[in-house]
């Protein structure tokens, strides 16, 4: 593949797009046949699916912020290799020869007001494993432009899901964009499934599965307005949020509450459709996706907070969309095409972000 393309009306790009997400759910890969015709970008998801993490990956992963350097450095080569090895095994699977592998890795620091942003998952390794060209570290350039290198879906809601209003996301984190002054617009709202996830956890459960746990609880309203007060709430974008925040300034606040677990979750669920409802401001159609559409309980009551008309695609959209667009923004890395938006970041300027590890199949 070379260094650089164009994209010519035909053609074709087979991509292997790799996600890991905050909530520790597993590594998704989606298998994407992206086309550029009549000056538009198409999409057809091929294979897609998600590994689950051993135990031993979940432990690594969710304690790799207390890690010395050279143990840090040591787990971004190991998990570099994981996702290599796991690549090779999808694409041998499923017969796939691709043109390029894109993979976002797993995010252990996200501090761009300080210029830090480090994803583990060697992108040299990954490409010594397959044999097959990959894209990497995506944030970092923005972050070095001085954005907040997050989020980088929005570039490909803009142009691979233009009939939609809003793209909203409901993973670790809500994040949302659409198009405001003929410029797009996105940003992270609040908590999800960190959250939600790590109180399910408390209560014996791996996830609050279709909210019903949450359903039985109560609004306690004294929490709720805490946490409807926190500054980010307040900040304009852009602007983004990671483990280190909900660290800070949500864990201390819902720690502090006297109600019970139940009632903390039921609140933490209100929280949520409020602070998204908020981020709606116009009537219009809502694309959902992430792990969070498949909540009954939190869709009712984002549903009777926001204006506008929710849309629950496909369930292989659903899980798969950012693995996709991240398929995406190598394509684009590749081309030299911008695939960082300053107007979402609010970095200098527009860019095009990930280090590029050639390689070739003997």
Not at 45 to 73: C, D, F, M, P
Not at 202 to 227: C, H, M, T, W, Y
Not at 244 to 256: C, G, Q
Not at 281 to 286: A, D, F, N, V, Y
């Amino acid at each position: 593949m070379q260094a650089c393309m164009k994209p010519l009306s035909g053609n074709k790009y087979l991509v292997l797009g790799i996600m890991s997400g905050t909530s520790l759910d597993g590594l998704d890969l989606a298998a994407v046949e992206f086309s550029y015709r009549y000056n538009r970008w198409n999409f057809s998801l091929v294979e897609a699916e998600t590994v689950a993490y051993s135990s031993g990956w979940q432990e690594k992963l969710r304690n790799a912020h207390n890690l010395s350097g050279e143990e840090l450095i040591g787990l971004h080569h190991e998990y570099g290799r994981y996702i290599g090895q796991e690549a090779h095994h999808f694409l041998f699977s499923h017969q796939l020869s691709p043109d390029l592998i894109a993979s976002h890795g797993h995010t252990v620091f996200h501090q761009p007001g300080k210029g830090i942003t480090f994803q583990i998952g060697n992108g040299a390794s990954i490409a010594a494993e397959t044999g097959i060209t990959t894209v990497a570290d995506f944030r970092v350039g923005d972050v070095a432009l001085g954005g907040q290198g997050a989020p980088l879906v929005p570039v490909g809601d803009q142009l691979l899901f233009p009939h939609y209003t809003y793209c909203l996301n409901l993973g670790g984190f809500a994040n949302i964009s659409f198009e405001k002054n003929r410029q797009r617009v996105a940003f992270d709202i609040c908590p999800v499934n960190f959250m939600l996830n790590h109180l399910a956890k408390v209560l014996g459960k791996p996830f609050d599965s279709q909210g019903n746990i949450g359903r039985k609880g109560k609004v306690n309203e004294a929490l709720l307005e805490q946490l409807n007060q926190l500054d980010y709430y307040r900040l304009m974008p852009p602007k983004s949020l990671a483990r280190e925040w909900v660290d800070i300034y949500f864990l201390p606040v819902m720690e502090a509450s006297s109600c019970s677990l139940r009632d903390k979750l039921r609140t933490v669920y209100e929280h949520i459709a409020i602070q998204i409802a908020a981020s709606v401001s116009e009537p219009g159609k809502i694309l959902v996706t992430g792990g969070g559409a498949w909540n009954d309980f939190l869709i009712e009551r984002i549903r009777e907070k926001t204006r506008g008309e929710i849309f629950i695609p496909s369930d292989q959209l659903i899980l798969f969309k950012e693995a996709l667009i991240f398929a995406f923004l190598g394509i684009l890395r590749l081309l030299e095409e911008d695939n960082c938006l300053a107007s979402v970041t609010g970095a200098r300027r527009d860019s095009c972000g990930g280090a590029v590890y050639p390689a070739k199949n003997e």
